[in-house]
């Protein structure tokens, strides 16, 4: 096989690695947490899942808010959705998670952050960061 062939052969291996990377990169899971730690959320684009960990036992919940996705430009300031989870610790193992399963359009984008709940009530100043994320096609 020559050494253009070989060099070829290979270029176009990398190619498709890399956009194979940016293909599944773009519907990969995306964590946030709230302002303490105590709570986070991750988000799976295929699927188009939420799952919550709570990892403090401090007898708050978790409350994730997240905008109304859009194939659009998403922004914070859209309709803000929450969800909240209270059934206790559930520690750090993502198969002890509280599953929150939605049914989003293929490719839309929106942001979602954590904090907590007491009573019902949003716990004030616990937010972490807004986090973009996107749904899988």
Known sequence: MSHARRFAIAAIAASALTLA????????????????????????GYGDTFKFLDVCSDGKGVRLQYTSPTTGTPSTSHTKIHV???????????????????????????YFRVGHVDNGAYVSGSYGPWVMACAGN
């Open 21 to 44: 990377t940016a293909t599944a990169s773009h519907a990969a899971s995306y964590t946030a947490s709230s302002s303490n730690s105590c709570g986070a959320v991750y988000f799976y």
């Open 84 to 110: 909240d989870y209270t059934g206790g610790y559930t520690g750090y193992d993502l198969n002890d998670a509280y599953v929150y399963d939605t049914d989003m359009n293929e490719n839309a984008c929106f």
